[in-house]
């Protein structure tokens, strides 16, 4: 017996609070989501109808042969109408109106007769578009092939029976070549893109026990994938990378930070899945742990039950170490006062959703032998009560970060409105640091899209 107790006491001592023991690495929060978007050619269509402009070009001068010269305005006549052909090329057709007037050339007869013949006819054109979307966030129209006029442009000028359908199909064509096909930055993506991202990515407060901590997402990778779909519209797979960064509320930035360039992106999930730093103070866990042993007494032994008073948390390597001072009342009133000194491996009670410590052990600081003796010899049975009362609450964090998540990524566009679906928050795991204990947390979830 007594050997036993001193190869405990012996064994205590390997524990020792002032040790500088090497500290683990705080892994780095990065964060993923890939989003499988499939925009109906109806909603494709009220985006292209809401932005192409009323006119779309003027001509002046055009020779048309035989002494006649003419001027014409190109203008939208009702709405664009999109279909797919294959998973890359969009059969377009293109409603217009067709005005201006035929005249005469300079001089000559011109001189005696200054008549001009109006202008105004209606087409249809059809043609074949080649959609092709650039890293710097611009679309491009790399093919244009005019399959059809929908339609015939003739009048009758001095006698002179006329069929404009040739000009007007190099017209369109010419139009094509210079405002098309030439300008691989046609179409400006971003401002389309970056109010969604300016609410998605604007820095973020998350409140917990009165503190507040910002968060912010720093983008460096932004994958797309884009392909039609004949009978359904146009299929874009978004990929996202980036890490979650942690401001003080004084330093938290005012705005999203600005999106990368676009690369091609091979996934084709929906996931959401992002990590975010969080950290306890010691300090915020000296406090939660006092709470967890609120009105709470330990039996050291037959005669004595431990009142803990105070507790101090620090690193010890990979474990928390917590140092708890108490008072040990016995059944006839005597006083002993003393310390503890715990270090166990902090891990998650999901159903709880609480901080829990295994593989506790201790050492005890007394000046009373007996005290000691009886502590060791009901060491186990102190251990597992220890274990069992040391819950650190985590649920209420876990919830403000999710609220926080669930109002910022779900979002309401002209077109679309996005949801997220079963959305859960746990810890990646616990990381003892000079100030206090590291916990990095991952949210996963999908998305649900309802187009307009």
């Known amino acids: ?18 040790a500088s023991l090497p500290l683990p690495t705080v892994p780095s929060t990065r964060s993923e989501v890939n989003v499988p978007v499939e925009i109906p050619f109806s909603t494709l269509s009220r985006v292209i109808n809401g932005i192409a402009p009323a006119e779309l070009y003027r001509q002046q001068g055009v020779d048309l042969g035989n002494g006649l010269v003419g001027e014409f305005v190109f203008s939208r006549n009702g709405e664009i109408q999109l279909r797919g052909l294959d998973q890359q090329r969009l059969e377009v057709i293109f409603p217009l109106k067709i005005q201006g007037e035929v005249g005469l050339k300079p001089g000559g007869i011109r001189n005696l007769l200054q008549t001009k013949v109006p202008i105004y006819s209606k087409l249809a054109p059809l043609f074949v578009i080649n959609p092709e979307l650039q890293p710097n966030w611009y679309l491009g129209i790399p093919e244009f092939e005019l399959l059809d006029l929908g339609g015939r442009l003739t009048l009758s000028v001095l006698g002179i029976e006329l069929d404009l359908s040739a000009l007007i199909r190099q017209e369109i064509r010419r139009f094509a070549n210079q405002e098309l096909l030439s300008k691989p930055n046609l179409l400006p993506l971003k401002p389309w893109v970056e109010p969604v991202w300016n609410q998605l990515g604007k820095p973020m407060l998350v409140e917990f026990e009165g503190r507040k901590i910002g968060l912010s997402i720093l983008p460096d990778s932004m994958k797309i994938r884009e392909y039609l779909l004949p009978d359904k519209g146009l299929h874009l797979d978004l990929g996202f990378e980036g890490q979650v960064q942690l401001h003080p509320v004084t330093a938290l930035p005012s705005r999203a930070f600005p999106l990368p360039k676009i690369s091609p992106n091979t996934d084709a999930s929906n996931r959401i899945a992002l990590q975010l730093p969080f950290a306890f103070t010691y300090v915020e866990l000296d406090g939660l742990i006092q709470n967890s042993f609120d009105g709470l007494s330990i039996p050291l032994n037959k005669n004595y039950r431990m009142l803990p008073t105070q507790f101090r948390t620090q690193a010890y ?10 008072t040990a009342v016995s059944n006839q009133g005597d006083l002993l006062t003393g310390e503890l000194f715990l270090v166990g491996k902090p891990f998650y009670d999901p159903i709880a959703q609480e901080i829990r410590v295994e593989d506790l052990d201790f050492i005890l600081k007394s000046e009373n032998a007996k005290a000691v003796l009886g502590t060791l010899i009901k060491k186990g049975k102190i251990r597992q009560q220890l274990s069992q009362r040391i819950r650190i609450p985590l649920g209420e964090t876990l919830s403000a970060n999710r609220d926080g998540l669930q109002g910022r990524l779900s979002l309401e566009t002209p077109w679309a409105r996005v949801a997220i679906q079963d959305l859960r928050i746990v810890p990646l795991g616990f990381y003892p640091t000079p100030t206090g204990l590291a916990i990095p947390l991952q949210a996963t979830g999908s998305t649900a899209i309802q187009w307009k």
């Open 1 to 18: 017996m007594i050997l036993g107790i001193f190869a405990g006491l012996s064994a205590c001592k390997t524990l020792d609070p002032a």
């Open 317 to 326: 390597g990979e474990r928390l170490g917590i140092t708890v001072s108490f």
